[in-house]
């Protein structure tokens, strides 16, 4: 089959339970080689294609790159460099602290002549960055993410946004971002979930990564069963509206471990999609959502060699995934 994508991984950060306190603390060294170790992670498990949402320094494109050229193995990377965020706001600490037009702009400029595959903008707060803006509280403007996306248009790149907000989804979908993560529908005293905006994410092909956490069982359990149903019930609610899902694990956040794909892709069937239905979300279906489509996903002749091969049938037990017997990223062997 073809190997399979992770739409949302942190590299630098190392899922355990202050991954911002074990960043700040690595230098540069200590943490390029501790990326490379989990980017071999995810290619063991089968992931031959990950998009990494948020590094430092620019370390993932070096990654990136000395993977491309056969050095390090893992997986082909789409890498989003040092993400867009307002000074104090989410993710901070990675170094994309911006505010005002011209800030943005050179934010926007710096990242692309660092050579990343795509612009990343914290569109709201979120959970990992103490004393920042709330999870559902906007960050930039309508009128400033619509200047980032035409900054990254300008240089051919997409833009992922991370919205957990609502105000911050309908800025998002207006600016005309190519992807939404996680996109929770929060709003100050509670979920704001908006018709009008589904509809219109479904309408202009904005893809949403959820990106379901390998341990989306246990974040069901600290939540609360009742709240976290309701969270898990309005994605599917998306996708029979027509929007596409995109598989992603946010490894690299506490309890998403980089080698636990397979779990997160669970959660799918957890919502109720068919074993093929996830196989195809998480190959080709996330390759054409990505811009790579061309390029990955499928077993056609001319595309890069990206393959898996598992004992027994995934398309009748996604659990078959984690019988891994051989990948094969670019057409270079894992492992040998």
Known sequence: MPGLIDAHVHLALDAGPDPVAALRAAGDAELYAAMADRAGQLLATGVTTARDLGDRGGLAVRLRDEIAAGRVPGPRLLSAGTPLTVPGGHCWFMGGEAEGTGAIREAVRRNAT??????????????????????????FTPEELSLIVAEARSFGLPVAAHAHGTEGIAATVAAGVDTIEHCTWMGRAGFDVRADLVDAIAARGIAVCPAASPDWRGFAERFGPERAEEMFGRIRWMAERGVRLLPGTDAGV????????VSSLEFFAHIGLAPAEIVDLATSGAARALGIGGDTGRLVAGLRADLLVVDGDPLADVAALRAVRLVVAGGRRAGG
Do not use: N, S, Y
Not at 126 to 132: A, Y
Not at 254 to 261: L, Q, S
């Open 114 to 139: 660092a050579g990343v595959d795509l612009i990343k903008v914290m569109a709201t707060g979120g959970g990992i960055t103490r004393g920042g803006p709330a999870i559902w509280q906007a960050q």
């Open 254 to 261: 506490p309890h998403a471990v980089f080698d636990g794909f």
